[in-house]
């Protein structure tokens, strides 16, 4: 995530790192956000456990012994937080790295063959765009079970248009470039112009806007585990227990405002810390 | 124009007719069907019931069936209300989810485009910093979030509004608000980002000149090019509405379309699945067609290709 630890092209990165430091709320996000994985991924070890029922005590407040309340069957809601966010931030990741891979090859492909090939691929694209996907998304998860590997794919597959497209246009207009004419001059294969040359040189905004997928594919996790296609019991998502709590609200309010708190503010430091990584590295990408 | 959309309509037609087999082979290849119950059905029943929709010819015929009856403008009868066909559910239930949408993006639209063109005017000023926490807070906090805390804030503490239902005017503030606000936001910030490009550009620069009032410059000349991104943005919204209207019709328990979706596909009833992937698909591209048809008429550099 650090921009300055890769390797090459030292000034831009540094020039970049600079900026982005003098964002506050853009290091403020990052901080919430390293502090949150680090207390999901290690949080279950050390703290209750998460599916541990005390029946007698029900749904209670928060207190000394249980911080953030627990549920109706007694669970200690802290821990099942921390251990809904290992779930959420996974399918996070991992699907968007799907959309990533995806996205990229695509990209890079269409913008660097170009021609006839790139026009038909990015008509595709243009057509995929115009698609009600949430639909298809929805009745995938209905139609072949609830399985934590569908969701990976699903939303990786229904994420990766944008990046593609983004890609593609940054390939084009890096292949015109001198240097990479340099490069062929010198006799330079393929392959070592798209790996050496052009993929460091698109990567700025393909950080930017990774940064900025992963929020978007948190929420359609969230939004699918709300109509009750995500994750199965006992295991739990942010959107899980969102949905719990949502139904319980109007007894026990501390289900509802915990989880949906946590879950907006991991929103707004990953969206601040795109925006500030997209002004930092000059980048002018699409919001969407 | 006219070349424009007739040659745009006709590239939706295969498109659709994509989305229309890959749902109807989808559905037919997993396991379960309409008429598996908890209760056994007895079997003569059942191929009763198979004979009479049709169930029990081979795939194929079932699918050109389907294809011949959609051309004529019929979805179907339900498997799950007998007596019912798909486009009377679609009528029943359509004008519902078409009025919360109507509803949320009025919401959208007036709260975000005034909100982004202040910001945009007061760029840096305390004003502006508000209207875009104001847009941030919108675009992070979920609606299934904050779909639930509205009805706990207003509803259930204050008593102003019904936690749930759809029966009255008043019925209507909690979802439409809750459903709007999250693209009011995201419109909020693109038109002050859209605004912001054209206000720097020489011909507002020539309107002032001409002494033209503040008000003049900013609502006759810059709006028109500031909402670009806006229109741009409305294809994607109006898709953003319609499936955002499943969750919000199940947490106020509205009886809209959306929800009948969710629990169709729940249900397996085919027909019904069918045919409201068939409307949504519809009117996604359809509306998209309409963004980009007003997207040239407000700024005359593109041309209908």
């Not at chain 1, 995500?230 to 007894?251: H, N, R």
């Not at chain 2, 191929?47 to 979805?75: F, S, T, W």
């Not at chain 2, 953003?240 to 729940?266: K, L």
Request: charged share 15%; proline share 5%; with cysteine.
């Amino acid at each position: 995530m650090n921009p300055v630890e890769t390797e090459r092209g030292h000034s831009l990165w540094s020039d970049a790192w600079h900026r982005l430091r003098r964002n506050r709320l853009a290091i403020a996000g990052g901080i919430l956000l390293i502090a949150l994985a680090i207390a999901c991924a290690a949080g279950p070890i050390f703290s209750q456990s998460y599916e541990e029922q005390n029946l007698d005590l029900g749904a209670a407040p928060p207190s000394q012994a249980h911080w953030l309340g627990t549920d109706t069957l007694g669970r200690d809601l802290f821990a099942r937080i921390l251990y809904g966010g290992r779930i959420s931030i996974t399918v996070g990741l991992v699907a968007t790295f799907v959309a990533l891979a995806i996205g990229v090859t695509y990209g890079a492909v269409a913008g660097f063959v170009g021609g006839k090939v790139d026009s038909v691929m990015m008509r595709v694209v243009d057509i995929l765009y115009a698609l009600p996907f949430a639909i298809f998304v929805i009745l995938l998860m209905v139609f072949f079970g609830r399985n934590i590997f569908l969701l990976f794919f699903a939303i990786g597959a229904v994420e990766w248009l944008t990046m593609a497209r983004i890609v593609r246009g940054q390939v084009m207009s890096i292949k015109k470039m001198e240097f990479i004419e340099a490069a062929r001059a010198l006799g330079l294969g393929r392959r070592r112009i798209i790996f050496r040359h052009l993929i460091p040189n698109v990567l700025g905004p393909v950080i930017v806007y990774t940064t900025l997928t992963i929020p978007a594919v948190m929420l359609l996790e969230a939004f699918l585990s709300f109509l009750g296609l995500g994750v199965q019991a006992p295991m739990s998502s942010w959107g899980v227990l969102i949905k719990d709590g949502s139904e319980k609200m109007e007894e026990f309010w501390w289900l509802l405002v915990f989880p949906g708190t946590l879950f907006s503010l991991t929103l707004f430091s990953l969206n601040f810390l795109g925006d500030g990584l997209r002004d930092a590295l000059d980048v002018r990408a699409s919001k969407d | 124009m006219i070349r424009f959309v007739a040659q745009r309509l006709l590239q939706t037609v295969p498109v659709v007719w994509v989305i229309v087999t890959a749902t109807f082979f989808m559905i037919r290849f997993v396991p379960g069907g309409p008429f598996t119950a908890e209760r056994a059905v007895a079997p003569e029943i059942m191929r009763n019931l198979e004979a009479h929709y049709g169930l029990n010819k081979p795939l194929y015929v079932q699918y050109l069936d389907y294809c011949g009856k959609v051309l004529r403008g019929d979805l179907g009868p339900s498997f799950k209300y007998p007596t019912r066909s798909v486009n009377e559910i679609i009528a029943e239930k359509l004008p519902v989810s078409v009025e919360l949408g109507l509803i949320s993006l009025a919401v959208a639209l007036g709260v975000g485009l005034p909100l982004g063109v202040v910001a945009a005017v007061k760029r840096n000023t305390w004003i502006d910093y508000l209207c875009s926490s104001f847009a941030m807070v919108g675009i992070c906090i979920p609606t299934f979030v904050m779909g639930p805390l509205m009805i706990l804030v207003f509803a259930i503490h204050f008593g102003w509004f019904n936690a749930s239902g759809w029966y009255g005017p008043m019925d209507r503030v909690l979802p439409s608000l809750t459903l709007g606000m999250v693209y009011a936001a995201y419109v909020a910030r693109l038109t002050r980002g859209g605004m912001l490009e054209v206000l720097s550009q020489d011909y507002i620069r020539t309107a002032r000149a001409k002494g033209a009032s503040d008000a003049r410059v900013i609502l006759k000349h810059a709006l028109r090019g500031g909402l670009t991104p806006v229109v741009s943005f409305l294809g994607p919204a109006i898709a953003g509405i319609v499936t955002g209207s499943f969750v919000i019709e199940t947490i106020f328990q509205i009886p809209g379309i959306g929800r009948e979706f969710v629990n169709s596909a729940f249900n397996r009833d085919y027909t019904l699945v069918l045919g409201t992937v068939v409307l949504y698909a519809a009117f996604i591209i359809g509306m998209n067609l309409v963004v980009d048809v007003v997207q040239v008429w407000l700024n005359p550099k593109l041309k209908f290709e």
